[in-house]
């Protein structure tokens, strides 16, 4: 949950920072809901990527959710279609490692997965205003360095997602083919066409 | 145009996490499938890092952003927290541009 509150804060402070709309910044944390996505689409915002590339790139991001929701699938069958769509919009990486946890330690309290799930949802919210306060305080950004902050913070993402050596490997192609995409004057399609190239690594590289 | 870049997200974002729920299939995904899956998020967000290192703000950095960057990494790796990290490399950016 702190880090909920702090990941929040620093959104909303980098996107205020990027020059967005607080009433933009404000409905991407309450519609979207999803960290990461998040803050790939303020800087993808900044460089005036095209709506389609946005939304995809988002999809991309997230389609990870898919198998999360496989996962949890046979615990929620119990409630109805309705319960399900809802408890769906709050599954998020945090809410799902802890209802992995919940349910493997024997746990079946789907009252318990809702709570946690909600209060994240509020939590994100309110880190989000605070933060969208403070980076309308702060003044130019690059003076403070404030500017790197994304950067910084998909980077540390990224180290933080390393679980063996080939996602070492597949981080940094990624990093690279964009890089030079990029260079190359690609900025665009840079980001989307390394991140769905880069993972192909994994599918061949056996655990 | 940001709106409905916003729109669109949370459609596209809220499609990937209630399909599961919404319909039944038989059967699992093929291995490749899942480890490409796996390994999409960390591909998708090294990607943004790429661009943003070498030439952020669409000029050819002086060198301040992929120091800084190497910086974030070796924080986080060694306190496994982002913030620390974060903060370092906000720290380090600001005074290698005074450079």
């Known amino acids: 949950m702190g880090t909920t509150v702090v990941v929040g804060t620093t959104f909303g402070v980098v996107a205020r920072q990027s020059g967005l709309d607080p009433l933009a910044i404000a409905a991407m944390s309450v519609f979207v809901f999803a960290g990461a996505s998040q803050f790939a689409m303020v800087q993808l915002f900044s460089d005036r990527a095209p709506t389609a590339i946005v939304i995809a790139s988002v999809l991309f991001i997230n389609l990870r959710h898919l198998l999360m929701a496989t996962s949890l699938r046979a615990r929620l069958q119990a409630l109805p279609l309705l319960g399900r769509l809802v408890a769906a919009f709050f599954l998020t990486d945090e809410s799902f490692a802890m209802a992995t946890g919940h349910f ?8 318990y997965y809702f709570m946690f799930a909600v209060s994240l949802y509020v939590l994100w919210n309110l880190a989000t205003l605070t933060g969208i306060a403070i980076g309308g305080a702060l003044g130019d950004p690059r003076r403070y360095g404030v500017d790197f902050a994304i950067t910084a913070t998909f980077t540390g993402i990224v180290v933080l997602a390393i679980r063996r050596r080939a996602d070492i490997v597949i981080a940094l192609v990624a990093a690279i083919i964009a890089g030079l995409l990029a260079l190359a004057g690609a900025s665009t399609v840079a980001v989307i066409t390394a991140g769905a190239l880069a993972p192909l690594i994994a599918v061949f590289v056996r655990r | 145009m ?23 299939f038989r059967g699992h995904l093929p291995a490749a499938a899942s480890r490409y899956l796996e390994a999409l998020p960390v591909a998708i967000i090294a990607a943004l890092v790429g661009p943003a290192v070498v030439a952020p703000g669409g000029t050819l950095t002086r060198g301040s952003e992929p120091l800084a960057a190497a910086l974030v990494i070796a924080v986080v790796a060694w306190r496994r927290s982002l913030l620390a990290g974060v903060i370092a490399g906000v720290v380090a950016v600001a005074l290698l541009r005074l450079i």
């Open chain 1, 104 to 111: 493997r330690r024997g746990g079946r309290s789907l009252a």
């Open chain 2, 2 to 24: 940001i709106w409905l870049a916003i729109l669109g997200s949370a459609l596209a974002t809220y499609l990937v996490r209630s399909l599961p729920f919404a319909v039944t």
